[in-house]
C-alpha cells in the first residue's frame, strides 16, 4: 500500500517538476531543502515537547474546505491562486506535519508503522508541493 501510494504521489508529482526544471532551475533543491527544514523543525517541537497536537484536527479540516472551495472558485472564475495562497497552505501542511508526527508519537501502535509512514508521507508531500508553487511563482 506505502509502494502504490509513493507511485501515485511520484505521478502527480512529475507535471510540476517537469515545470519547476524547465522554467525555475534550482527551485527544485530549494524547495526540498526548505521542506527538510521545516519538516525537522516541527518533528523536533513535536519530540521535545512531548505534546499531543490533537486538537489542531478541526483546523485542519476546515482549513482543507476552505482551500479545496477556493482552488474550485480559481478553476471556475479564472482566478489565480498567488503567493499568499501557497504561504497559507504551507502553514497548513506545517499543522499537518504537526498533527501527524503526534499521532505516530502518541496514537500509533507498533505495528501500525505503514500507516504512520503513509501520513507522515502525505503531510511531507503536501508541504513540498506548496513550497515548490512559492519557489516557481518566485522566480518567474
Given at each position: 500500500?506505502?509502494?502504490?501510494?509513493?507511485?501515485?504521489?511520484?505521478?502527480?508529482?512529475?507535471?510540476?517538476?517537469?515545470?519547476?526544471?524547465?522554467?525555475?532551475?534550482?527551485?527544485?533543491?530549494?524547495a526540498?531543502?526548505?521542506?527538510?527544514?521545516?519538516?525537522?523543525?516541527?518533528?523536533?517541537?513535536?519530540?521535545?515537547?512531548?505534546?499531543?497536537?490533537?486538537?489542531?484536527?478541526?483546523?485542519l479540516?476546515?482549513?482543507?474546505?476552505?482551500?479545496?472551495?477556493?482552488?474550485?472558485?480559481?478553476?471556475?472564475?479564472?482566478?489565480?491562486?498567488?503567493?499568499w495562497?501557497?504561504?497559507?497552505?504551507?502553514?497548513?501542511?506545517?499543522?499537518?506535519?504537526?498533527?501527524?508526527?503526534?499521532?505516530v508519537?502518541?496514537?500509533?501502535s507498533?505495528?501500525?508503522?505503514?500507516?504512520?509512514?503513509?501520513?507522515?508521507f502525505a503531510?511531507?508531500?503536501?508541504?513540498?508541493?506548496?513550497?515548490?508553487?512559492?519557489?516557481?511563482?518566485?522566480?518567474?
Amino acid at each position: 500500500m506505502l509502494a502504490g501510494y509513493v507511485v501515485a504521489e511520484a505521478l502527480l508529482f512529475v507535471p510540476l517538476l517537469f515545470i519547476a526544471d524547465n522554467f525555475a532551475p534550482g527551485a527544485i533543491s530549494s524547495a526540498a531543502l526548505v521542506t527538510f527544514l521545516g519538516f525537522a523543525g516541527l518533528t523536533a517541537v513535536v519530540f521535545f515537547t512531548r505534546r499531543d497536537f490533537s486538537f489542531l484536527r478541526g483546523i485542519l479540516c476546515w482549513g482543507g474546505i476552505l482551500a479545496i472551495i477556493a482552488i474550485v472558485a480559481a478553476a471556475l472564475f479564472g482566478m489565480q491562486l498567488g503567493t499568499w495562497f501557497s504561504v497559507g497552505m504551507i502553514g497548513l501542511a506545517g499543522a499537518a506535519v504537526l498533527y501527524d508526527t503526534s499521532n505516530v508519537l502518541h496514537h500509533y501502535s507498533e505495528d501500525r508503522y505503514v500507516a504512520a509512514a503513509l501520513e507522515l508521507f502525505a503531510s511531507v508531500a503536501f508541504m513540498f508541493w506548496y513550497v515548490l508553487r512559492l519557489f516557481i511563482g518566485s522566480r518567474n
